[in-house]
């Protein structure tokens, strides 16, 4: 039995006809894969009467209710897994906000965490920290008029708009 077919002439000229069917583009056409199949089935049939009977019936090792079980359940994971991923798919146009400007965040970020270290070394030594003269750069009233350096504008929106994430990441 291959596919649920009987070694008979017809399941066997089923069988036949959904190979032909199923291997490529230009099968045989239906009317002479009849004709070839009347031709060659009383040798087949011949060699399968000459096959030996088995010695016994197999039995199937699993359940045929535990076997559509799992693949009920493989199917339902399967269908889970893909709502899980699609509900992510409202984050790719945030994704692809935030993508070309990743370089600037993870300077702005570093930069704060050298501040950062830079100020709490600086006030265990001195008693005062440096993080709120560094906050004021981005004011030039604050710089006696001069314009902040990009790296200090970085520094400054980063600080002022990012220190909540900086614990989230």
């Known amino acids: 039995m ?17 190979i032909n069917l199923a291997i490529g583009d230009h099968p045989v056409t239906e009317s002479n894969l009849d004709e070839l199949f009347d031709a060659m089935w009383p040798k087949l049939e011949e060699k399968l009467r000459a096959m030996p009977a088995p010695e016994e019936n197999v039995v199937a090792k699993r359940d045929v ?3 559509i079980a799992e693949i009920l359940e493989i199917n339902r994971a399967e269908a889970n897994r893909k709502k899980k991923s699609d509900s ?15 370089p600037q965040i993870q300077d702005a970020l570093r930069t704060a965490k050298n501040q950062l ?11 005062i920290s440096s993080v ?11 710089n006696n008029g001069s314009t902040p350096s990009d ?13 909540r994430p900086l614990f989230l990441l």
Request: proline residues 4%; aromatic residues 6%; negative net charge.
């Open 151 to 163: 790296e200090s504008i970085g520094w400054a929106s980063a600080t002022r708009q990012t220190v």
């Open 65 to 67: 209710d535990e076997m």
């Open 117 to 127: 270290l830079v100020g709490s070394m600086s006030s265990k030594s001195s008693g």
């Open 88 to 102: 992510l798919d409202a984050f790719i146009p945030l994704f692809d906000e935030l993508l070309p400007i990743l």
């Open 132 to 142: 709120t003269g560094s906050l004021s750069a981005g004011n030039p009233a604050e």
């Open 2 to 18: 291959f596919q649920a077919t009987k070694a008979e002439k017809d399941d066997t000229r089923k069988l036949v006809h959904t």
